[in-house]
C-alpha cells in the first residue's frame, strides 16, 4: 500500500467514476483500476461495488474514512514543515475580539511591521461563534476573545491572559472630575453612558450593582453600545459621555490627557479577562508563540494611576 494508491481510490469516490478520476488524475484508465485492485488485495477484499454508482462496500467505507484522514495529515505535515522552514516569513492570521481589536491591532501591527516586516498578516473580526469556526476550519491560526465567550471544547488550546482592569471614563475637564471620589449613581447618570457590546459578563454587571446600590440596574444606564470600541472612545472624548469597560483601548488618549479615569472611592476594583485561543494538535507558525507573548505583556500594562489596577475580581 502507498499514498498514491489512497489518492486513486480517493479520486474515485470523489468523483463517482473511474474515467472521471483517471482524467483528474492524468491516468489511463487501467493504470487506475490496476492501482485499484492492487489496493483491494493487500486490503483483503472489494472496497467498490462495481456497478454505476461506484458503492463503498464496508470495507470501503472505513477505508474511506482512514485514507481522508490520512490526506488531512499528510497537507498538516507539508504545511508543518514549510512553517518550521519560514520562522521569520509566512503569514499570521489572527482573530480578535471587540475590546482586543482597540487594545492590541494599531500597536500589533506596528510591532510586527518593525520585527518581522517579512510576515503577511490577516486580523480579522466577528462574532465568537464564527471566529471559533473559522479557526476550526483553519481560516485563522490563533484568537484572542473575552473568556465568556469561549466553550471549554477538547478540541480548543486556552490560554489566559493577566486580568485587564475594568473602569469608568470621560474627557478631561468633564464635571464629575470635581467630586468622582464621592460619585453617586445619580451623578453619573446624568451623561450618557457608552459600552462595549460584549464588554460585560453577568458577573461584572452584580458587582457593578451591588457597588452602586442593588436599584440600580446598571445595564440599563447604558445608552451607547456598540462592537467598535475605538468609535465609543473617540465619542467620549469628543462629548461629555462617560465610558465603561476596558481601560486599556484608552491608555493612549489618557496618556496624552484627552481622556481621565474617574478614580472612585471605595475602589471599584474590577477587570476583563481575555483568552489566546488555538486548535489543539495543529502546528502554529513560529511568530504564533511570540505574538501570544507580546499581547500578553502589552494586556498586562494598564493604566498606572487607575483604581482597578488593584486586585478585584476578574470577570
Given at each position: ?141 490563533a484568537l484572542i476573545l473575552h473568556r465568556s465567550q469561549v466553550p471549554a471544547h477538547d478540541d480548543l488550546t486556552l490560554d489566559l491572559f493577566p486580568p485587564t482592569p475594568l473602569g469608568f471614563v470621560c474627557r478631561a475637564g468633564h464635571p464629575l472630575l470635581q467630586h468622582q471620589h464621592a460619585l453617586r449613581f ?130
Amino acid at each position: 500500500m502507498n499514498l498514491q494508491q489512497l489518492d486513486h481510490f480517493l479520486a474515485v469516490v470523489e468523483t463517482q467514476s473511474f474515467s472521471r478520476a483517471a482524467d483528474k488524475l492524468h491516468l489511463t484508465q487501467p493504470a487506475l483500476s490496476r492501482s485499484i485492485q492492487a489496493l483491494e488485495e493487500e486490503l483483503g477484499g472489494p472496497l467498490l461495488e462495481r456497478g454505476k454508482n461506484k458503492t463503498l462496500t464496508a470495507l470501503g467505507q472505513l477505508a474511506l474514512a482512514r485514507a481522508r484522514r490520512v490526506r488531512v495529515e499528510l497537507a498538516e505535515l507539508r504545511r508543518s514543515a514549510k512553517i518550521l522552514a519560514d520562522v521569520e516569513g509566512g503569514t499570521l492570521r489572527l482573530g480578535l475580539g471587540p475590546a482586543p481589536t482597540a487594545m492590541l491591532s494599531v500597536h500589533l501591527l506596528q510591532h510586527l511591521m518593525q520585527r518581522y516586516p517579512a510576515i503577511k498578516v490577516q486580523l480579522s473580526g466577528g462574532t465568537a461563534d464564527m471566529q471559533l469556526q473559522e479557526l476550526r476550519d483553519g481560516e485563522v491560526d490563533a484568537l484572542i476573545l473575552h473568556r465568556s465567550q469561549v466553550p471549554a471544547h477538547d478540541d480548543l488550546t486556552l490560554d489566559l491572559f493577566p486580568p485587564t482592569p475594568l473602569g469608568f471614563v470621560c474627557r478631561a475637564g468633564h464635571p464629575l472630575l470635581q467630586h468622582q471620589h464621592a460619585l453617586r449613581f445619580a451623578e453619573l447618570r446624568k451623561y450618557p453612558l457608552a459600552a462595549s457590546g460584549r464588554a460585560m459578563s453577568n458577573d461584572v454587571l452584580h458587582r457593578l450593582n451591588e457597588y452602586f446600590g442593588n436599584r440600580t440596574h446598571f445595564h440599563d444606564a447604558i445608552q451607547y453600545q456598540s462592537n467598535d470600541v475605538n468609535a465609543l472612545v473617540e465619542v467620549v472624548r469628543r462629548s461629555d459621555a462617560v465610558f465603561f469597560g476596558v481601560l486599556q483601548v484608552a491608555r493612549a488618549l489618557m496618556e496624552s490627557g484627552e481622556l481621565a479615569p474617574l478614580h472612585l472611592s471605595p475602589p471599584l476594583a474590577l477587570s476583563s479577562q481575555f483568552m489566546f485561543v488555538t486548535l489543539d494538535g495543529k502546528t502554529p507558525p513560529p511568530i504564533l508563540e511570540k505574538v501570544r507573548d507580546w499581547c500578553a505583556a502589552q494586556m498586562a500594562g494598564g493604566h498606572e494611576s487607575s483604581e482597578a489596577d488593584k486586585p478585584g475580581q476578574s470577570a
